[in-house]
């Protein structure tokens, strides 16, 4: 028998032996299903959320070297599904079978799209993606999800609790923080974890960038579905900047320290971004993260035009120090200043190609190896966490905070229904004053 018949063969009593221990979940709606006569090596994936990182997502998955097929999608928007589609066919005709009923549109779409795959890819705004992953672990089916995976402390709950689930049910779960998934980092990450610059003391986290795209409102829409639209302003959905570009650095941080924060302390505000089209976030955080060992991360981001922009990571040890930064750079130095170690960067892959190489691998092979969820949850919460102490000068601390009851969801989705933020009379969304506010 060839490699691939046996291959073939081994995933058939994979699959099986998984449906006999999830009660047969993971087979529902799949290539695989037991009884199936015509079993193959499709891999069936379906795209939640079509906008620019899920399209990007779904290409990086039609371009793994195994049997992909696109099945299925689902958007809040009919625009945006629509394009995500056009992009796709034009360059994966033959591995996209999306006819019209299999395009889902709405807040419930999801579902239905879920069900119709072996594999998801959950990449609508952060907000739903407790929801969505909760679901999917539900109908046993493996996973990628963007970052960050949750904006406020129940959705965090939600996902530790399908993180667990997905592990009793051998799902595989990437969450996209690519850095995790990037040369640099895991060289620099092993020579860390073998103690060449001893224990980290402190370290600097930042990601100081210009701002994102707006969303104008156009006339007609509904309040919720402007805020749909312009997510990013949004904490219901978006979490705000700190949450949702710079856990990527705070995920670093604490992957380099092995541990996650006991409390955390931070200012913050809106310097630059005043206007009313940028809803309620802030346009900077500067945040402690204190761990139990009394270390010290200082953690920066800000979205100003025009001024000095710096994302990367810095780590002091007792024996030296690290730079590491999402451009393939990583540096160790001794006590002494001595380099010690340099990546070279030079034809490192492409961390988000990575991600699904990587995934689609040990699905093919039948391996579980890879448990993200409950790391990332973890990491978005501290960022979460940071916003928490930005916006009301409290000190936070981790165990009361996850803790707290202050779900941002709104109670019904629909496009009539109101979020739970909504502008003065002048279009104007409230913003967090320290000390005048309770966020949890
Ligand atoms: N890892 C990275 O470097 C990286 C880069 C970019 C974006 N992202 C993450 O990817 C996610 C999406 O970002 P984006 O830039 O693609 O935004 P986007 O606005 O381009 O796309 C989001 C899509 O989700 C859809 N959507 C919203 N609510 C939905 C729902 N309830 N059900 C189905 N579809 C829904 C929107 O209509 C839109 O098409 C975010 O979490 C973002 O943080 C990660």
Redesign the pocket.
């Known amino acids: 028998m060839n490699t691939e018949l046996n291959l073939n063969k081994a995933r058939r009593e994979f699959i099986k032996a998984t449906a006999l221990a999830t009660g047969g979940v993971f087979l529902h709606g799949s290539t695989f299903a037991a009884g199936h006569s015509n079993v193959d090596d499709t891999i069936k994936i379906a795209l ?10 779904a290409f990086q998955a039609l371009a793994t070297k195994y049997n992909i097929k696109l099945v299925a999608m ?4 009919q625009d ?2 629509d394009a ?1 589609y056009k992009n796709l066919v034009e360059k994966y005709k033959e591995k996209i079978d999306v006819p019209k009923e299999r395009q889902f549109i ?2 419930d ?2 579902k239905k799209a879920i069900a119709l795959a072996d594999v998801v890819l959950l ?7 407790p ?2 992953f909760e679901e999917a672990v539900r109908q046993g089916k493996h996973v990628f999800m ?3 995976v949750a904006v406020d402390s129940p959705g965090i709950r939600k996902v530790l609790a399908a993180a667990e689930l997905a592990k009793q049910k051998k799902l595989n779960v990437v969450v ?3 850095r995790r998934y990037q040369s640099n980092y895991r060289e620099v990450l092993k020579r860390i974890q073998d103690d060449q610059i001893g224990d980290i003391v402190s370290g600097q986290v930042y990601w100081n960038s210009g701002g994102v795209w707006v969303r104008p409102r156009t006339a007609g829409q509904t309040e919720m579905e402007y805020q ?2 312009n ?2 302003y949004f904490n219901w ?2 979490g705000d900047h700190i949450v ?2 710079h856990v ?1 650095n705070i995920d670093i941080a604490n992957w380099v320290k092995n541990a996650y924060p006991v409390s955390i302390q931070g200012t913050g505000s809106r310097a630059w971004r005043t206007g009313k089209e940028y809803g309620e976030i802030y346009d900077n955080h500067a945040v402690e993260l204190t761990y139990s060992d009394g270390s010290v991360i200082y953690s920066q981001c800000r979205h100003f035009e025009g001024i000095t922009n710096r994302v990367d990571e810095t780590f002091q040890g007792t024996k030296g120090r690290v730079y590491l930064s999402a451009n393939n750079t990583g540096k160790l130095w001794d006590a002494k200043g001595n380099e010690i170690y340099t990546h070279n960067g030079k034809g490192n892959a492409n961390p ?1 190609q990575t991600e699904h190489d990587e995934l689609f691998e040990a699905i093919a092979k039948n391996e579980y190896k890879f448990w993200d969820a409950e790391r990332a949850a973890k990491s978005c919460f501290t960022a979460i966490a940071g916003r928490y102490a930005t916006y009301s000068g409290q000190i936070i601390k981790w165990d009361e905070a996850l803790n707290a009851d202050n779900d941002l969801m709104p109670t019904t ?1 629909s496009w009539d229904a109101l979020p739970k933020i909504l502008p003065d009379e002048n279009g104007i969304y409230p913003v967090a004053r320290p000390g005048k506010i309770k966020v949890i």
């Not at 689902?74 to 928007?77: G, K, L, Q, R, S």
């Not at 990449?123 to 993606?129: A, E, M």
């Open positions: 939640v959320g079509c906008g620019d990182r899920g399209t990007g997502a689902a958007d809040a928007f945006r599904l995500s709405g807040f779409g999801y990449v609508t705004p952060p907000g739903f993606r929801i969505h963007e970052k960050p996209g923080l690519q749909m639209r997510w990013y959905l978006c949702e570009q990527h988000y989705l």
